[in-house]
């Protein structure tokens, strides 16, 4: 999933630097038994909280953008936590309205990952109505895959079949969790699949992953890819050598706090 026209940040290590860590990952390709994919889907994990929210991860060529929100009376508001929502941003001034006017004279594919908060109908109905404003721009279940830039996938806690089952919420995809495989759930509609990677394995990239933990996280990434889903971990180490293991596993959506340094690592690769 490629983004845009952005300039590349290409010469943030010295020499030096780089050798050790193309040495790391080569070390790290034979204890995996690595094979360089295409598609890697890059996610800013909470975008809102870098200093340049949207445009940073627009930069550097970034898949998937991740949004908190809750709602406050009639406006949805971006935050992590649900105290002092009078004086956040709202979603539609972070990131619609100025995706819209990027949109005009760019071209993106970009999955907006839209973490709800606090679940009710009413936040449901108000971000329906605020996509619908630019209809043409989102994605609906109905369409083909990649017809429309961009695309919404809801996570958190919600009835998520209920949701999928909707004739109304159109433009509402759904990021499912492991339990959810095996269940019936469409991949039109859940293309997505989410899991905290510390549940999983105890390992940040010292030393090698346990036998046990990669034949776990193969059997995941097995499940997910026989349903055509997509795989995603949250609470991963933002490491050059975790990353590498989780692509050399399978998994589809490496997702970082640290923007620029995933995405030079994915350069070097060849994302």
Request: aromatic letters at 10%.
């Amino acid at each position: 999933m490629k983004i845009g026209n952005g300039e590349k940040l290409r010469n943030l290590m010295c020499r030096s630097s780089l050798h050790n860590l193309l040495g790391a990952i080569f070390l790290s390709c034979m204890q995996f038994h690595c094979v360089f994919e295409q598609g890697v889907i890059s996610h800013a994990h909470n975008d809102y909280e870098k200093p340049l929210p949207l445009w940073n991860a627009l930069q550097h060529d970034f898949g998937s953008i991740e949004i908190d929100i809750a709602r406050l009376d009639s406006s949805l508001i971006v935050t992590h936590t649900l105290d002092s929502l009078y004086f956040k941003p709202t979603l539609e001034e972070l990131y619609f309205e100025p995706l819209v006017s990027y949109l005009d004279t760019a071209t993106t594919s970009l999955w907006l990952l839209v973490d709800l908060k606090r679940f009710d109908y009413q936040t449901l109905d108000l971000l329906h109505e605020i996509v619908s404003k630019n209809e043409h721009l989102f994605l609906r279940r109905s369409d083909p895959e990649g017809s429309k830039p961009l695309q919404i996938i809801l996570s958190g806690s919600m009835p998520r079949r209920e949701i999928m089952n909707s004739a109304k919420y159109i433009y509402f995809f759904i990021d499912g969790r492991i339990e959810h495989l095996g269940q019936g759930y469409a991949t039109s509609s859940m293309p997505l699949i989410s899991a905290n990677f510390s549940q999983i394995s105890t390992w940040n990239g010292v030393g090698e992953m346990s036998e046990t933990d990669q034949q776990l996280l193969r059997s995941i990434v097995d499940r997910v890819i026989g349903e055509n889903k997509k795989l995603r971990f949250w609470k991963t180490v933002d490491s050059e050598i975790v990353w590498e293991a989780l692509i050399a596993l399978g998994v589809h959506v490496i997702g970082t706090d640290e923007v620029e340094r995933l995405d030079l690592f994915l350069q070097m690769r060849g994302k």
